[in-house]
């Protein structure tokens, strides 16, 4: 399989179906990016097109320096501060239709489970919803890394990286973002993560 950089060389030279396959290949993963933090579908969706409209805009400026997914995420990054910067006072709200995983399924497909009596289905919504709700009262900067660490899986150094910050901070980033959550999620029961990247 050939590599993202690759890709995105033969893009330089007019290789269109490179482009194709760095859509196919990312789109999933910049849409539960977008998703988990703006709680829209919608949004994510027309969030992630104007990612890759940008990325093939800068074809020609690409050079392979870092992974191509920590570029990938640069751009998605400048991309979401652009769309905060326009919607500062508008308030996200998550819908139970919007799918939450890869394998598509939704938040209310996920609560509904078949052996779930209403009881237990009830204290699953709520739990989820408290989780989302704390996670989007993070600040936006603690926000950003603990999306990226915990729902896309990098690691320190590639956070570091994407988000063109020193290692050390991603590190207290991720570390307020779990002393927050911690706080915010007391009332429904232990939250426990090792923080050892």
């Not at 009881?119 to 009262?137: F, G, K, N, P």
């Amino acid at each position: 399989m050939r590599s993202d950089e690759d890709l995105m060389m033969d893009l330089q030279t007019g290789g269109e179906e490179a482009f194709e396959m760095l859509v196919k290949r990312h789109q999933v993963g910049l849409l539960n990016f977008f998703y988990r933090l703006v709680w829209s579908r919608d949004l994510a969706e027309d969030l992630t097109q104007e990612v890759f409209c940008k990325l093939y805009m800068a074809r020609q400026t690409y050079e392979p320096r870092a992974k191509f997914t920590t570029f990938l995420y640069r751009v998605a990054r400048n991309r979401w501060i652009d769309h905060l910067r326009r919607t500062r006072n508008e308030r996200r709200t998550m819908s139970l239709d919007a799918e939450l995983s890869d394998d598509g399924g939704s938040l209310r497909e996920s609560l509904a489970g078949p052996a779930e009596s209403p009881s237990q289905a009830t204290h699953r919504r709520e739990l989820l919803a408290s989780i989302a709700e704390a996670v989007d009262s993070l600040p936006e900067a603690q926000k950003l890394v603990f999306i990226l660490g915990e729902v896309k899986g990098m690691k320190y150094d590639e956070i570091a990286d994407t988000l063109e910050i020193p290692i050390g901070t991603v590190k207290s980033r991720m570390h307020g973002a779990l002393l927050h959550l911690r706080e915010r999620l007391k009332s429904v029961g232990p939250v426990r993560r090792e923080i050892d990247r």
